[in-house]
Antibody, heavy 119, light 109 residues
Framework: EVQLVESGGGLVQPGGSLRLSCAAS????????MNWVRQAPGKGLEWVSY????????YYADSVKGRFTISRDNAKNSLYLQMNSLRAEDTAVYYC????????????WGQGTMVTVSS | AIQLTQSPSSLSASVGDRVTITCRAS??????LAWYQQKPGKAPKLLIY???SLESGVPSRFSGSGSGTDFTLTISSLQPEDFATYYC???????????FGGGTKVEIK
């Protein structure tokens, strides 16, 4: 079964750090570029970051640039998001999502992991 | 960054109704647009890619159209399982500065 499973979310104080993980199974993870997308409570979807299949190309949304770092380990079929200097506005469900190899769309999504930034 | 404006932001409809949702881009994006369905507490699900191509396994009552700046998602006959929030997403500027529309919530009348 094709699957993405996020983990690592939780409650963190403002200014703190958290590392999210996304474990892939059922497909050739190393062939896919990957993304993080977040959704604040009751709000819409916001793209956060992109990493190419070989990690050679990385992009971030302006809202997280300089604070978040995306990475991957193809040997472990895993995607990561290191989040530093967290702010209240980073509170959201974080999803990992893969870009389809065949067309421009996110065709595989994880179930999401909740990050709450609060004192 | 390219902005996507969805309308309406919410609508009420009955089972069997034809429903149309609009997504307007702030600049031309050719056909680089996808549509997703999201139910409460769940991850988004891909419905349409390249503006009008139906994802495998998605019911044929869903269809997409448009190019350039104006796009529509149509549900030809609304079913009980279709009550959800729908989002458009542009890929013209992929892989950076990706944007989603604000969403359209389809509720039961």
């Amino acid at each position: 079964e094709v699957q993405l499973v996020e983990s690592g979310g939780g409650l963190v104080q403002p200014g703190g750090s958290l590392r999210l993980s996304c474990a892939a199974s059922g497909f050739t993870f190393s062939s896919y570029s990957m993304n993080w997308v977040r959704q604040a409570p009751g709000k819409g979807l916001e793209w956060v970051s992109y990493i190419s299949s070989s990690s050679s190309t990385i992009y971030y949304a302006d809202s997280v640039k300089g604070r978040f770092t995306i990475s991957r380990d193809n040997a472990k079929n895993s995607l990561y998001l290191q989040m530093n200097s967290l702010r209240a506005e980073d509170t959201a469900v974080y999803y990992c999502a893969s870009l389809s190899i065949h067309h421009d769309a996110f065709d595989i999504w994880g179930q999401g992991t909740m990050v709450t930034v609060s004192s | 960054a390219i902005q996507l404006t969805q309308s309406p932001s919410s609508l009420s409809a009955s089972v069997g109704d034809r429903v149309t949702i609009t997504c307007r881009a702030s600049q031309g994006i050719s056909s680089a647009l996808a549509w997703y369905q999201q139910k409460p507490g769940k991850a988004p699900k891909l419905l349409i890619y390249d503006a009008s191509s139906l994802e495998s396994g998605v019911p044929s009552r869903f269809s997409g159209s448009g190019s350039g700046t104006d796009f529509t998602l149509t549900i030809s006959s609304l079913q009980p399982e279709d009550f959800a929030t729908y989002y458009c997403q542009q890929f013209n500027s992929y892989p950076h500065r990706l944007t989603f529309g604000g969403g359209t919530k389809v509720e039961i009348k």
